[in-house]
């Protein structure tokens, strides 16, 4: 009996020690969903017809978006993407022109991200939102570090 007691006391502290990590995370969480929505808008700002591209501040704005959403994918417990055998080489030419539909791109997932209705009721836990939201962070990392790679590759190519 002693034994049962001891399992059952050890069972219910880890039970709270769960609840309190996660509790824990909630302000991590929020600033890093809050800071991807500013990130977003900053870039998205750089495409104003008057404004040139800083490729330096991009690359920074994307690296920070990247480190955020894989941090917020960790910190919601979604599942990570199942590793491609190899990464498909780009075909196309990196030039501003690209990188602009890049961040649209990057765009329309924020979008569809931060309206995930995961965010608007935590108690919310279909299948098919954890899913799209799992797809949104798993494609936010992969744009932000594709774009942070084009806009270093641009940044140097500028800077000649």
């Known amino acids: 009996m002693d034994e049962y007691d001891r399992t059952l006391n050890r069972m219910k502290n880890d039970a709270k020690a769960a609840t309190e990590r996660r509790r824990n995370l909630f302000p991590q969480i929020n ?33 920070d978006m990247k480190k955020r959403s894989a941090r917020l994918r960790e ?18 030419t990196i030039d501003e022109t690209q990188i602009k539909k890049s961040i649209a791109d990057l765009h329309d997932v924020v979008v569809s ?16 939102t954890i899913d799209a939201a799992t797809k949104d962070l798993n494609n936010l990392i992969d744009l932000s570090d594709e774009i942070k790679k084009e806009a270093k590759t641009l940044g140097k190519f500028a800077k000649k």
């Open 31 to 63: 600033e890093d969903f809050q800071r991807i929505q500013v990130i977003h808008n900053e870039i998205v700002r750089m495409l104003q017809p008057d404004k040139g591209l800083n490729f330096d501040r991009l690359a920074d704005l994307t690296g």
């Open 75 to 92: 910190n919601l417990a979604l599942p990570e993407p199942e590793k491609p055998g190899a990464e498909p080489a780009h075909l196309e």
């Open 113 to 128: 991200f931060v309206a995930n209705p995961i965010f608007k009721n935590l108690g919310v836990v279909e299948p098919k």
